[in-house]
């Protein structure tokens, strides 16, 4: 697929290695995200991402979600479905944060 070249500022585009580091994607991969989710959400005025996050995480129905959030949701499950190391690091990461709070060893865990 050939690609634009498009001028970002450099505030912008820190923010954007952050986020794609995090999420375990490339700069252009985070871009083209921000953009799909950005296009669905000024499609509906009520659009909440806070909604379509909170489903994701099993704590709000996605039959509750208005059409344009069902389809950011559906775009985000298929972005963690092709990349879940970007989920379940995050999730080791805090269940390894929570067992050492209650003061379990985990420098064996996994091993």
């Known amino acids: ?3 634009q070249a498009v001028r970002l500022s450099e505030e912008l585009i820190a923010e954007v290695r952050r986020e794609a580091a995090t999420m375990s ?12 989710i950005g ?7 009520g659009f909440s991402y ?3 996050r909170a489903a994701l995480q099993a704590e709000y ?8 959030e069902q389809e950011a949701y559906l775009v985000e499950q298929g972005e963690l479905m092709e990349n879940p190391a970007a989920v379940m690091g ?20 996994g091993d």
Do not use: C
């Open 50 to 52: 806070e909604r379509v």
């Open 90 to 109: 995050g999730f080791f990461d805090d269940m390894r944060a929570r067992h050492e709070a209650d003061g379990v060893d985990t420098k064996n865990l």
């Open 61 to 68: 129905a996605y039959d509750d979600l208005s059409a344009e």
């Open 1 to 3: 697929m050939a690609g």
């Open 25 to 36: 994607r490339s700069i252009a991969g985070q871009v083209e995200h921000w953009l799909r």
């Open 39 to 45: 296009r669905i959400a000024e499609k509906s005025p």
